[in-house]
């Protein structure tokens, strides 16, 4: 299968803890975006990488969170501290090239719990 | 200011009826449209991408695009309980490189 890969499905922490998401593009996809969706509600953009670039990261909040998708290796999102309000689903997708006629293919995502 | 706007639903429509679910965006969001289905729980799946004026026509679905009303909208033809779903419109923003998704409109297909 050579979709986008994420894992885990589900992450539990802890208030405090340190979560990290992990995502591998598609097969000849260079492109990486992440996306955190709120129960009952929409995508929200938050960070686009390309290898060992961050070209946009307007959607990441200011503190605890961090992206990055080196040479070799998966894309990872870090989120410290953890707090209740990141409880979300956070997906990752991919493109083949970083232009507005590309459409997104998304992994099955990432749950985080924050106990 | 939102840049995709959907309404949220959610629509309820008969099995072999006529889905409508429709679409507006502001004018930073660039002409690169696209639909995504989503079901509970699940990831989003593209389900059609239209870059030009007009219809575009998948099987059972058509998406229409009319970038002088700045509208674009997704029918499904003969609908069937499998497509309750949330549909996510999603535009694709001139001179940036992010896609914007709307909230996303939930539909209910009848048996």
């Known amino acids: 299968n050579a979709g986008v890969m994420q894992n885990p499905r589900h992450l539990v922490r802890r208030r405090g803890q340190e979560a990290r998401l992990r995502c591998s593009p598609m097969?000849?996809?260079?492109?990486v975006y992440w996306y955190r969706q709120l129960p009952e509600e929409g995508l929200k953009f938050m960070v686009y990488l390309q290898k060992e670039n961050i070209i946009d990261e307007s959607g990441m909040p200011k503190e605890r969170f961090s992206a990055e998708f080196p040479k070799e290796g998966p894309s990872i999102l870090r989120i410290q501290q953890v707090v209740r309000g990141d409880s979300a689903a956070y997906f990752c997708?991919?493109?083949?090239?970083?232009?507005?006629?590309?459409?997104?293919?998304f992994g099955n995502g990432t749950r985080l719990t924050v106990t | 200011q939102k840049e995709v706007e959907q309404n949220s639903g959610p629509l309820s429509v008969p099995e072999g009826a006529i889905a409508s679910l429709n679409c507006t965006y502001s004018d930073r969001v660039s002409q690169s449209f696209f639909w995504y289905r989503q079901y509970s729980g699940k990831s989003p799946e593209l389900i059609m991408s239209?870059?030009?004026?007009g219809d575009k026509e998948d099987g059972r679905f058509t998406a229409q695009l009319n970038k002088a009303s700045q509208y674009v909208s997704l029918l499904i033809r003969d609908s069937q309980p499998s497509d309750s779903a949330t549909y996510l419109c999603a535009g694709a923003w001139a001179g940036g490189f992010k896609t914007i998704f709307g909230a996303g409109t939930r539909l209910f297909v009848k048996a």
């Open positions: 097969k000849g996809h260079s492109h």
């Open positions: 239209i870059y030009s004026n």
């Open positions: 997708a991919s493109s083949p090239r970083g232009n507005d006629n590309s459409p997104l293919h």
